[in-house]
């Protein structure tokens, strides 16, 4: 088992920036990539970003050159660094790790609002 838990959201004007925070405990010696997906009012849930074990790194079409993702493998901890945000980006944030085993995991989220 892995757990996750995410922090850094919060409230926002448009074009402000936040970090998020999620920091993996338990098995992690199983975790394959570590990634950030967001849920919206009425939306499906969407990738954000994510990064494997080897620093191979997938950003969504939205966020490409205002996000970045990062991971301290000492702190067992990945990072979204979020600039430029915008009104559309506002979201409940999940952190999410697979195992190399198929295992998936979530965190309870986190909410980020970003007022106009």
């Known amino acids: 088992q892995v757990q996750l838990v995410e922090s850094g959201g919060g409230l926002v004007q448009a074009g402000g920036s936040l970090r998020l925070s999620c920091a993996a405990s338990?098995?992690?010696?199983?975790?394959?990539?570590l990634g950030w997906y967001r849920q919206a009012p009425g939306k499906q849930r969407e990738l954000v970003a994510v990064?494997?074990?080897?620093?191979?790194?997938e950003y969504a079409d939205s966020v490409l050159g205002r996000f970045t993702i990062s991971r301290d493998n000492a702190k067992n901890t990945v990072y979204l660094q979020m600039n430029i945000l915008k009104s559309e980006d506002t979201a409940v944030y999940y952190c999410?790790?697979?195992?190399?085993?198929?295992?998936?995991?979530w965190g309870q989220g986190t909410q980020v609002t970003v007022s106009p």
């Open positions: 338990g098995s992690i010696f199983s975790i394959n990539t």
């Open positions: 999410n790790a697979r195992s190399r085993y198929g295992h998936v995991f």
């Open positions: 990064i494997s074990s080897g620093d191979r790194i």
